[in-house]
């Protein structure tokens, strides 16, 4: 009987779809060549809808700090350094240093190798290395800068590792019952009006 039913499943009922979320749609492709082996039709993967719920109190704070909620999707880095440019805290960059440098590096490096080829490459180590000092300026600036606004750059962190867990989503870390312990029916009618397994936009919750 079973060989039966996996065979009418397999030969007359074949999944035609998947619907799954990011990591499920991963897995599944990952076995495209298990299919292709086996000469069996692969399903369709749809992924499906991803959703994010965000508290008033939260959304407040993230508002507070010059942020909208979609700026929640942007990494942690470029956040902070967006903050960083607001307070006109991020402005200071070696990148037009760095080019000048490497120009002349690039000068004496021509002018040095027509005397004597062997010392072209003592000039490019010497131009890395110059180049890497800049690099190591600039990033203790910045921390410099992260310093002085300490508080709202750590809210910034706090508030999107929240949403992001472990750089992961937030439905892969939390359970439905803080959620519905604090909203109760209400809640789940939300997921239901809100929700369309076919629809692959991301949701976010956002209390009002």
């Excluded at 992260?146 to 359970?175: A, M, W």
Aim: proline content about 3%.
């Amino acid at each position: 009987m079973f060989y039966c039913d996996q065979f009418i499943r397999k030969r007359f009922l074949p999944n035609l779809a998947y619907v799954g979320g990011p990591s499920e749609i991963t897995y599944w492709l990952e076995l495209k060549f298990v299919f292709n082996e086996l000469k069996l039709n692969m399903p369709i993967l749809m992924l499906r809808n991803c959703a994010m719920v965000a508290d008033r109190s939260t959304i407040a704070k993230w508002s507070k700090l010059g942020f909208q909620t979609v700026d929640l999707f942007r990494p942690e880095n470029e956040l902070i350094r967006t903050f960083l440019e607001s307070k006109n805290l991020a402005q200071f960059s070696l990148t037009e240093s760095s080019e000048k440098l490497s120009a002349i590096f690039d000068k004496i490096s021509l002018e040095i190798s027509n005397v004597d080829h062997s010392l072209k490459a003592t000039a490019d180590s010497e131009k890395q290395k110059a180049l890497n000092s800049l690099k190591l300026i600039e990033e203790k600036v910045v921390r410099a800068m992260k310093r002085k606004e300490e508080t709202e750059v750590n809210q910034i962190i706090k508030v999107r590792e929240k949403f992001f867990p472990g750089d992961t989503l937030q439905e892969r870390h939390d359970t439905l019952l803080p959620f519905y312990l604090k909203w109760g029916n209400e809640f789940i009618e939300e997921i239901k009006k809100s929700f369309d397994p076919f629809d692959k936009n991301f949701v976010l919750l956002e209390e009002k």
